[in-house]
């Protein structure tokens, strides 16, 4: 049974467009631009009226922490995916730093296994890097993995890549993308001791954004950048916080950079100001920083210095986020309101509807080469987002479907809904909560 998708307003390639479109299956057939189709369209064909509402590429996030393995009283690749398709997210890039961790290939191979049988969403995992695994890089297989991801600051386990010679190896010898979390982990330390040394143990959370502070991110990241203009490596910053690291990217055609960054939500919606009311819910690593970082942040967005808009979405339960800003736990829940966050953030003027999809769909799917996703082409998989603009949606914990069960967006009342969302061709998810029992594909790269 085809699928015409009528009477949307297309959110697409930098355009905004009435528009209907032709699902065949899985892929798009067709895209029809104005109120006339072919007659010959209308037989045989089921009809989605989207009159009033808008059609965009389903969001590709290049960073999330699903949980599984080991972590699932956290959250796990069927729970999150459900939240991500709500959020209207279609693919995700998994991260490695899960138990046991995503560093030999048995272990990538069972993260994929699992995903086949219980993702919603498209799904893809990342390598992780060790100082001792090194010689696991001429495995990997460039058309399944979006690249090798390295803690360059404290992580968990081993995954905390700090010698000389396992870095080197890691930058010069593969052509394959290596994303890092860049984090000084000197500079930390000597933070750390200094405030506990002053003030206690029992730091309340305005230290977090002092310990792991601006100087320990532009030191990391700045070496990394030097080792990899050095060595010609594909260099990708996650998680981007502060202003001064703006300087290290390169600017241009997206195809032709070598090193490029990715911002997450929170870094774009909240600042140090917030940690009062929000306290430990809005505790990331790397730390939410300034007002005038975040300010810097989203001109970055608007000129395009930086390349993609991702979650880091790491849920923990309530409990875990409990104590001081040294013992409660780093990380939130995002994947489920990312979309709706930007788009408000859009409604506000900061940004276009259209830089929103660019950075959300267009140019994750670019940036890694994914295969006939994030746009809304002809031929291209049916992976699309339906917005309800006349639709608030509050944040309850009645609606939120993230298996840590909290949200830092709760209370908040967003103008714009999620009204369907589609994987493959297939409605997944209808605006009320209600997701269907459907699985996912593994993205492949080009």
């Given at each position: 049974m085809r699928t015409l998708i009528k009477n949307a307003l297309i959110i697409n390639e930098g355009r905004s467009?009435?528009?209907s479109v032709l699902i065949d299956g899985k892929c798009i057939s067709s895209v029809y631009e104005g109120d006339d189709l072919p007659v010959e369209l209308l037989r045989d064909v089921k009809i989605m009226?989207?009159?009033?509402?808008?059609?965009?590429p389903g969001a590709i996030d290049d960073q999330v922490h699903f949980r599984e393995p080991g972590l699932t009283h956290k959250g796990d690749i069927g729970s999150e995916s459900r939240a991500a398709v709500a959020g209207g997210v279609t693919t995700y890039m998994d991260m490695p730093n899960t138990n046991p961790q995503t560093t030999t290939i048995e272990d990538l191979e069972w993260k994929f296994q699992r995903a086949a049988e219980v993702s919603v969403a498209n799904y893809s995992f990342f390598f992780g890097g060790t100082n001792d695994n090194a010689d696991l890089i001429s495995r990997l297989d460039r058309k399944r993995v979006p690249g090798i991801k390295l803690f360059l600051g404290s992580s968990t386990g081993n995954m905390l890549v700090d010698k000389e010679d396992s870095l080197r190896r890691f930058f010069g010898e593969t052509d394959m993308l290596i994303a890092v979390h860049a984090e000084k982990e000197e500079i930390i330390r000597r933070n750390k001791e200094y405030y506990v040394s002053r003030y206690g143990e029992n730091l309340d959370i305005s230290f977090h954004s002092k310990i792991r502070s601006a100087e320990a991110c532009y030191a990391s990241s700045s070496e990394a950048v030097v080792l990899a203009r050095k060595l010609g490596t594909r260099l990708h910053l996650f998680h981007l916080s502060t202003e001064k690291e703006l300087a290290l990217l390169d600017r241009g055609l997206l195809n032709e950079r070598k090193i490029t960054g990715e911002v997450c939500v929170h870094h774009l919606w909240f600042c140090d100001d917030d940690y009062e009311k929000f306290g430990n819910r809005i505790k990331w690593n790397p730390s939410i920083k300034t007002k005038s970082d975040r300010n810097?942040?989203?001109?970055?967005?608007?000129?395009?210095?930086?390349?993609?808009?991702?979650?880091?979405?790491?849920p923990h339960l309530l409990s875990e986020k409990e104590g001081s800003c040294l013992t409660?736990?780093?990380?939130?829940?995002?994947?489920?309101?990312?979309?709706?966050?930007?788009?408000?953030?859009?409604?506000?003027?900061?940004?276009?509807?259209e830089k929103v999809v660019e950075k959300m769909a267009h140019h994750p799917a670019e940036l890694y080469g994914i295969d006939k996703r994030g746009y809304?082409?002809?031929?291209?998989?049916?992976?699309?987002?339906?917005?309800?603009?006349?639709?608030?949606?509050?944040?309850?914990?009645d609606n939120i479907l993230?298996?840590?069960?909290?949200?830092?967006?709760?209370?908040?009342?967003?103008?714009?809904?999620?009204?369907?969302?589609?994987?493959?061709?297939?409605?997944?998810?209808?605006?009320?909560?209600?997701?269907?029992?459907?699985i996912g594909m593994e993205i492949r790269y080009k």
């Open positions: 467009f009435k528009g009226d989207a009159s009033g509402k808008w059609l965009l810097a942040l989203r001109d970055a967005l608007n000129d395009n210095t930086i390349s993609v808009v991702a979650t880091d979405h790491a409660a736990a780093s990380g939130g829940p995002l994947v489920q309101h990312s979309l709706l966050a930007m788009l408000e953030m859009a409604a506000d003027g900061l940004f276009t509807k809304i082409r002809e031929g291209y998989y049916a992976d699309l987002v339906l917005i309800d603009p006349d639709k608030s949606i509050t944040v309850t914990k993230y298996k840590c069960g909290w949200s830092p967006f709760e209370g908040y009342t967003f103008r714009n809904s999620v009204y369907k969302t589609l994987v493959n061709g297939k409605v997944v998810y209808t605006g009320g909560g209600t997701v269907e029992d459907s």
